[in-house]
């Protein structure tokens, strides 16, 4: 490289990245923020009035001048990330996830709620009903019994051009009478049998044949419980005692109804979580020693018992923080006077985030949330794909 060839170089470098590692290299500037703009940056601060400092600093060059890099980098965000399980049962699983920005987290909670696929009940074929509920409104409740089967295993049936099959169909039976001069009976989702051939009712379109099989409602090729992935599992409700109806002497029910695979922003009965959502991580700092009577009136003060009272020796007391996450901002240990704002400070963490879902049954918790992180993966990988 020639020696004119290099000056040019070096302007490149001087106009561009250049300047800023020069900054950065000036022993005057800062290499971080200063307390009070890292607590904007970081924390929402909760006053007796309204949340301070709600909103989220993502431009770049937000703090340009200070000579501080606020641009997002894969590394630093693989290095802060975290996904920590604070409480898993069959029902809900809590956990944090930290580093993040909102918009993911909101992300995730919209996917939970409106896009991962389970199956529900969607076509009732009612053969006979003289219960006092009226075919609609059983219809409707049918629908909402959680599928205990994995929706992974079976195609959409639009994928299918409209052809029920053991692919993408599970077909349930229920046929109650309540005897005349006997109690009445309740009718529960475990009155539900799965019909693993497929559909014992007739069409209504068909014309008699006696030299063929009446044709059904479906078309199975083979029978679903043939099949390994449901010979050890077989398929039904996730609860049986869900109550469906109540019976009178003289009444019955008499029904057929069909299982697909859907999403939630279709209907809500093929949403997977009774409930997704998420709080940010509460903090709450003492600004200032709290003794003796103030320490009891402020433990007084919570109703979930965030503070406690330490034994500081000579008959004196001090107030301690003992359960910040248990906060729910009610706010109620500042009120009483500026003095008590003074002493206690609430915040929230910006990109630490407290987040519960409460799956309905279908599909275990933590099944739901790894199911949701590959439905944003394809949804990034087609943003891509389009770009490129």
């Known amino acids: 490289m020639s020696s004119s060839d290099e000056e040019q170089e070096q302007k490149k470098n001087d106009n561009g990245g250049g300047i800023l590692d020069f900054i950065m290299n000036l022993e005057d500037v800062p290499s971080k923020l200063s307390p009070h703009l890292e607590l904007i940056k970081t924390r929402v601060v909760c006053s007796i009035d309204a949340p301070q400092h709600t909103d989220t600093i993502n431009y770049s060059g937000a703090y340009a001048a200070l000579g501080v890099d606020n641009s997002v980098r894969l ?140 044709k059904t409602f479906t078309s199975f090729s083979c029978s679903q419980d043939s099949l390994p992935e449901f010979s050890k599992r077989p398929l039904g409700p996730t609860y049986p005692d869900i109550i469906l109806a109540k019976l009178g002497p003289g009444q019955e029910i008499e029904l057929e109804v069909h299982a697909v695979k859907g999403v939630g922003k279709t209907h809500a009965k093929w949403s ?80 630490h985030f407290i987040f519960t879902i409460e799956s309905t049954g279908a599909i275990p918790p933590d099944v739901l949330f790894t199911q949701a992180v590959k439905i944003l993966e394809d949804k990034c990988e087609r943003v891509i794909t389009e770009l490129s």
């Open 75 to 214: 590394d630093s965000f693989c290095r802060n990330f975290k996904v920590e399980v604070k409480k898993l049962t069959d029902d809900d699983i809590e956990f944090d996830m930290i580093g993040i920005d909102p918009s993911l987290a909101n992300a995730f909670r919209r996917i939970l709620i409106a896009e991962v696929p389970t199956m529900a009940i969607e076509r009732v074929y009612i053969a006979n009903n003289t219960s006092i509920i009226q075919d609609e409104v059983l219809s409707h409740r049918l629908g909402l019994i959680p599928i205990n089967a994995d929706p992974t295993l079976f195609e959409y049936p639009d994928n299918a051009g409209g052809e029920n099959n053991e692919k993408n169909t599970i077909v349930f039976k229920l046929h109650v009478r309540c005897e005349k001069g006997q109690p009445r009976i309740i009718v529960k989702s475990d009155e539900l049998k799965w019909l693993p051939n497929g559909s014992d009712l007739i069409a209504d379109d068909t014309k008699p044949n006696a030299g063929s099989k009446p």
């Open 272 to 351: 997977p979580v009774a409930t997704a959502w998420y709080r940010m991580l509460p903090e709450v700092v003492l600004m200032e020693d709290v003794k003796d009577e103030l320490a009891d009136e402020l433990v007084t003060k919570c109703p979930v018992n965030v503070f406690d009272i330490e034994d500081i020796g000579k008959g004196r007391k001090r107030a301690t923080v003992v359960k910040p996450r248990a906060c729910t901002l009610c706010r109620e240990c500042i009120r009483g006077g500026k003095e008590w704002e003074d002493r206690v400070s609430l915040r929230r963490v910006k990109d």
